[in-house]
Structures are given as C-alpha cells and as structure tokens.
C-alpha cells in the first residue's frame, strides 16, 4: 500500500516561511520524480513544483518562482517544500504526488501523477 503523508501546514503571516515535508512509504522512491500542488477554494488545483528522481532537475510554477524552493532526500523516501515569503495567495491545501512510473517528468498537469496525499492546510494571513 502506497501512502503519502504531508506535513508542516500552518497559519503563517504574509512574509513568514513554512517548511512542507511529505513522507513516502509503501515503495521506494528514489526512483521516482515527485511534485507538490495546491488547491484553494473554489479554485481547481493547480501545479507548484516538480522534482526529477536524483534531485538534480527542478521546475517552478511561475506564481512561486523565486519564492519556493524544492528538495528531497531518497534515503528518508521525503519531498520538501520550503515556502518563503508567502503571501496571501498562497493559502490552499497543499498536495504531494508521485507518479506510477518515471524518474522525470515533463508537464504539470496533474493527470501525470498517480499517488497522491492527503493535503496538509497552509493559511497565510495580511
């Protein structure tokens, strides 16, 4: 059994910084390309960050560009989301994903992942 668990949502004012952490298990992924998206209400979700198996390849929704940053750890089965400067915007449940299969992706349509988390609730306040 795949599961994805996120972690590390909050109440955060404008201009504060949240850490996301999503914690894999059921599979090892070190293998596996990751991403993180977010839906707010009454919005469709949409994609945020991507990251090849190695870690080495990332890509950024526009909207965040500059602000979020990326990262995992393979031996820990990890992906992380460091938020900086956050903005009212922002404020959304935020998602991890994995795809069945591939260690990189091309895309940001959320149809190219598979396994996805619960969410975790991120609010960032003015």
């Known amino acids: 059994q795949v599961q994805l668990v996120e972690s590390g949502g909050g109440l955060v004012q404008a201009g504060g910084s949240l850490r996301l952490s999503c914690a894999a298990s059921?599979?090892?992924?070190?293998?596996?390309?990751m991403g993180w998206f977010r839906q707010a209400p009454g919005k469709e979700r949409e994609f945020v960050a991507r990251i090849d198996w190695s870690g080495g390849i990332t890509y950024y929704a526009d909207s965040v560009k500059g602000r979020f940053t990326i990262s995992r750890d393979n031996a820990k089965n990890t992906v992380y989301l460091q938020m900086n400067s956050l903005k009212p915007d922002d404020t959304a449940v935020y998602y991890c994903?994995?795809?069945?299969?591939?260690?990189?992706?091309?895309?940001?349509?959320?149809?190219?992942?598979?396994?996805w988390g619960q969410g975790t609730q991120v609010t960032v306040s003015s």
């Open positions: 059921g599979r090892t992924f070190s293998t596996y390309a």
């Open positions: 994903a994995v795809p069945r299969s591939g260690g990189y992706l091309v895309g940001t349509s959320s149809s190219l992942y598979y396994y």
